[in-house]
């Protein structure tokens, strides 16, 4: 089994790592975890230009890095192999985009927990995602 951690560097991060770990501890094959952060990219193209390619995928590299940190100690704490991952674009297309290309059998994040109404206003990325893949998507709150 194959399953993508998609990570923010939140407590929602954490909270789902931990339910990670307790459910691959459940399986009588260990999974393949894969944990992934996307970035949204640089929001303006001049400033992207102006900085630089290197400089733009450093500051991409360091973020991701960091929020990747989170769920990577809790998976080490119950030393769980997993490979880690970041790409920078659309969260919700990129981490479906990653579940295709790896043939991911399982989706697991945290949820923010905001309402409707609050998602109405700003979107939802753990709604977003399991509005555009077809993998199955376990949303930890």
């Known amino acids: 089994m194959k399953i993508l951690l998609a990570a923010d560097g939140s407590v929602h991060t954490e909270r789902a790592a ?5 459910f691959a501890g459940e399986l009588a094959k260990p999974p393949e975890i894969h944990l992934l952060n996307v970035h949204a990219p640089v929001p303006y193209a001049k400033a992207a230009a102006t900085a630089g390619a290197e400089a ?49 059998d399982l989706i697991v994040m945290g949820s923010h927990g905001h309402g409707q109404l609050r998602n109405l206003a700003l979107g939802s990325t753990a709604d977003a995602v399991l509005r555009g ?9």
């Not at 880690?84 to 990129?94: F, L, N, R, S, T």
């Not at 893949?133 to 709150?141: A, H, I, K, M, S």
């Open 18 to 22: 931990k339910h990670l770990a307790w």
């Open 56 to 104: 733009v995928n450093r500051y991409h590299k360091e973020e991701c890095e960091a929020a990747l940190a989170v769920g990577g100690a809790v998976l080490r704490g119950a030393s769980i192999a997993f490979e880690q991952h970041w790409v920078a674009g659309d969260v919700a297309k990129e981490i479906d985009n990653f579940a295709i290309k790896n043939g991911i």
């Open 133 to 141: 893949t077809q993998c199955p998507v376990t949303v930890v709150r």
